[in-house]
């Protein structure tokens, strides 16, 4: 559904959607480097995955707004996580 939202609005205001998906890729960057400090072998813990759940809803809140998200999700909170989840 979201991505159905996100084509029909894909025409207007380029240069917004570059700037946020640069967010999104930045946030899926630093979850990126939280998953490599994170033990080898070892389940990754759920505080971590929810983050990338996070990143999701990021890219909803962005792309599709209309949709609505789960929760309040902003790239502060994000980092915010990520920062409470690192080793």
């Known amino acids: 559904v ?9 025409p207007t205001n380029v240069q917004r959607d570059t700037t ?6 930045e946030m899926r960057d630093e979850y990126a480097w939280l998953l490599e400090q994170l ?13 990338r759940w996070m990143i ?11 949709l609505g998200t789960a929760y309040p999700v902003s790239d502060k909170r994000i980092v ?8």
């Open 2 to 10: 979201a991505v159905d939202r996100r084509l029909q609005q894909m």
């Open 20 to 25: 946020r998906m640069e967010k999104v890729h």
């Open 39 to 51: 033990p080898q072998g070892r389940p990754v813990p759920q505080q971590v995955r929810d983050i």
């Open 56 to 66: 999701e809803e990021l890219r909803v809140s962005y792309f599709a707004h209309a």
């Open 80 to 87: 915010k996580a990520i920062d409470a989840a690192a080793p």
